[in-house]
């Protein structure tokens, strides 16, 4: 778990479970817990969940900036996703400079486009809608990997990563 040592400024686990995203976030200021994030991913391994160990690079380190992010609220917008990213968007509205780049572009982008989608498209197909992909990747800073999780467990990552027995990791 030398993963946690490298990204240290806290973590965030969504779970994909019952129709439902069980969402977990820490924030300590002496880095994340081994052993605490492997006991946390050793549950529900029957369902979808994706971790995410965060090396701030822009915002204050806290638990405000921990991904996950929600794009979409099931009380809202009938149906909850999560976004995660890996690398660092520049170019975007940053007026509050405490917070983080994800959280940012998810605020001034991410929420309204999906929201915008979901309204044309509904929100069944709304991961694998391959125009919304297309937009999607176009803005995506290089080396950026994106993922966003339902909470029927469906999926999208954008950017490359590796693949393991256990679990698939960038």
Known sequence: FSACHVNPDGFGLAVAKDNELKITRKYNN?????QEIHELINQDKDCHRILHLRFATQGEKNLDNCHPFYTLEKDKDGIDIVFFHTGTFHGYDETDKEKSDSWHINETFFKHIFKRFATAIGTDTLLEDK???NIIEKYKPGGSILTFLNNKGQHLTLGSGYTKPWGWVS
């Open 131 to 133: 125009l919304l992909q």
């Open 30 to 34: 002496t880095g994340n817990n081994p």
